[in-house]
């Protein structure tokens, strides 16, 4: 991960990020280790989003990433969650080491298009035993995709002070190539699922949200921050008077096995688009689609 992208972020990062949907977590567990396992590895941590949840699962964790922030306050989590299995680790995910067959579980949330994907989709297939995974996580609420009303408030709001073209922190965002496409190079079959969660959004937990993202936080807004905030507000009360806004998130797995040495990767199987391409996804990428229980953010 660019070490620069999140700066300023991790506290809103940890407090305003949708949660995945515990049906997700649930499904890597069960078709990595079936209840228990001994080692996960989780690439881009972040504040603890996956590793925290799935640390109850497995022996052993491992979680990396390159803001010191988001794994500083990471530990403050696990501390007060009383978890002490997991060794945070702060530098890019390109930099772990890790033993051949030492890992059930390879994870990237919400990380993995920050990361030379190639590299660590090869990396990930010599650290997983040959019964283990590696699972690509997202999805949630791009705005980018402007799948709601307040979707629009909220990218017309940051054109408006940012320009046209979507920013990762002090450099225009872009990213070029799917996700499977560098896994399946590395010799993983691959299955998509799908996971839908409702919740309400506040108007206060949408600019939290916003500023949790690489393309519109308090660093990359600078001394605009205040008078965009309140061109967000007012705007989204004039959607809204109420300040509520439900939606319903969409998350994603990709789900990888190792296939035998020598042999190819299945044919013809899709998976979900990187950030910004979602809107290409049609109904014969998804083999599965899991509601879970209503969430309030």
């Known amino acids: 991960m660019n070490r620069p992208i999140f700066t300023s972020t991790a506290e809103y990062y940890a407090q305003f990020r949708p949660a995945y949907p515990a049906a997700m ?10 209840t228990h396992g001994r080692h996960v590895v989780d690439l881009g941590c972040g504040t603890g989003e996956v590793a925290l949840p799935l640390s109850r699962a497995f022996d052993t964790v491992t979680a990396i990433d390159a803001d010191p922030a988001m794994v500083a306050l990471a530990r403050r ?78 990218v017309r709001t940051i054109q408006r002070y940012l320009g046209q ?42 600019v939290g949200y916003l500023y949790s ?6 660093a990359v807004l600078g001394d605009q921050r205040d008078a965009f ?21 969409s998350f994603y797995s990709i789900v990888g096995r190792r296939e035998p040495d020598g042999a190819h990767a299945s044919a013809g199987l899709t998976t979900p688009p990187t950030p910004g391409e979602r809107r290409a996804v049609v109904a014969g990428q998804v083999f599965g689609v899991r509601r879970a229980r209503r969430t309030r953010l």
Not at 27 to 34: A, M
Not at 229 to 249: A, C, M, N
């Open 25 to 34: 977590l649930d499904d890597l567990v069960r078709l990595s280790v079936g």
């Open 77 to 154: 989590k696990a501390d007060r969650q009383a978890i002490g299995n997991v060794t945070w680790l702060v530098g890019p995910a390109e930099t772990l080491e890790l033993a051949d067959g030492s890992a059930d579980l390879v994870v990237a949330g919400s990380s993995f298009h920050w990361m030379d994907r190639r590299l660590l989709s090869a990396r990930a297939r010599d650290w997983l035993t040959g019964t283990g995974v590696v699972a690509v996580l997202g999805g949630g609420s791009d705005v980018w995709d402007v799948r709601t009303e307040w979707h629009a408030v909220a």
């Open 165 to 206: 073209e979507r920013r990762a922190g002090n450099q225009a965002f872009g990213v070029t190539g799917r996700h499977g496409d560098f896994l399946t190079e590395a010799g993983f079959s691959l299955r998509t699922r799908q996971y839908e969660t409702e919740t309400v959004w506040t108007t206060d937990r949408i």
């Open 213 to 218: 993202t690489s393309f519109a936080s308090p």
């Open 229 to 249: 905030e309140r061109d967000l507000r007012q705007g989204l009360h004039e959607l809204s008077p109420g300040g509520t806004f439900p939606e319903v998130l």
